[in-house]
């Protein structure tokens, strides 16, 4: 039997909910409860397009050129978003992960991401995910194994399946908003207001969303909560950023189809302007969580 492109599969499950994880870039490729799919993922046989369920390590989002500074000395990652002249989304999508520890119900994989041009720093990655009565969740911890400090930042690239992005009924939870340039790099920020307030659950109707969102309101737990159409996203304190992204500029087979709700611990383009970035001292650890709740288990 030939491989997956995505490498190992590894099936979770937990009463009526069922997730499917990927040996390459421990993504997250489905994830159903009840029957119903909750994420607008892809078949085994095919690459994860459009970041489809990745994880975004060791940034989230943009790298204007490619060209960041950390202690005195500059850095250029390869431009692997050449129309644009960004460096997007990490290193690791497209990594072989290895799965260290698994039951019915979680799965945990690690990844060394070795010195290489651009990132000549050491990182040691876990993510686990997990499911239980509360839903999905994605833990993910980095740790710097290296002699020097390095940046980091994570995200991951859920996209949340709907019936119709139009009438989508969509709360998100925050109060700013980064307006971004032509290629994707913030310029400014503002309150949020008129058609990028939903603070208010309301559908989406024609509005297209390719927005970072920040200065989340959180509940008594410390999370902020999106809601869209009976599914909850969930971040923890870890990520005061989130992407929302109507698809309005993917293949048409993929146009408007869900919407991407993607936890980031830092804004786009942080490398450079240091917007949330983190930087992790020798042995230092970094850890966050995000998941999902199915309408029946909130």
């Known amino acids: 039997m030939a491989a997956t492109p995505s ?8 009463g009526d909910q069922q997730a499917i994880v990927t040996e390459v870039g421990a993504g997250l490729r489905t994830y159903s ?33 490619g060209v960041y500074r950390l202690d005195g000395r500059e850095h250029r990652l390869p431009l692997n978003e050449p129309e644009r002249g960004n460096a997007i989304h990490g290193l690791v999508r497209w990594s072989s992960w290895t799965a260290v520890d698994r039951t019915a119900d979680r799965v945990a994989l690690e ?6 041009p651009g990132y000549p720093f050491t990182l040691q990655l876990r993510v686990e995910y997990s499911l239980d009565a509360g839903g999905l969740t994605v833990r993910t911890t980095a740790a ?25 009924v ?9 307006a971004s340039d032509e290629r994707g790099i913030p310029v400014s920020s503002s309150p949020v ?15 297209q969303l390719d927005h970072c969102f920040t200065d989340l309101e959180r509940d008594e737990d410390g999370a902020a909560r999106v809601e869209l159409d009976g599914t909850t996203l969930w971040v923890d304190e870890s990520y005061p950023y989130l992407m929302v992204f109507t698809g309005d500029a993917l293949p048409e087979a993929e146009r408007r189809r869900s ?20 930087v992790l001292e020798p042995g230092e650890e970094h850890a966050a969580a995000w998941g999902i709740t199915p309408h029946a288990a909130g």
């Open 144 to 168: 710097n194994d290296g002699a020097d400090s390095c940046p980091y930042g994570a995200g991951a690239h859920p996209y949340l399946a709907v019936a119709a992005v139009d009438e989508a």
């Open 111 to 116: 990844h060394v991401l070795h010195p290489q």
């Open 259 to 278: 919407i991407a709700v993607e936890p980031m611990t830092c804004a786009p383009n942080a490398f450079a302007s240091g917007d949330g970035l983190v």
């Open 170 to 178: 969509l709360r998100l939870p925050a109060g700013t908003v980064l």
């Open 193 to 207: 207001e008129g058609e990028l307030d939903f603070r208010t659950p309301r559908p989406v109707g024609g509005v």
């Open 33 to 65: 409860a009840g029957g119903r799919e909750l994420l607008d993922g892809y078949p085994a046989e095919a690459l994860a397009g459009s970041g489809r369920g990745q994880l975004l390590i060791p940034w989230p989002n943009r790298i204007r050129d």
């Open 7 to 14: 490498g190992e599969q590894f099936e979770l499950r937990f």
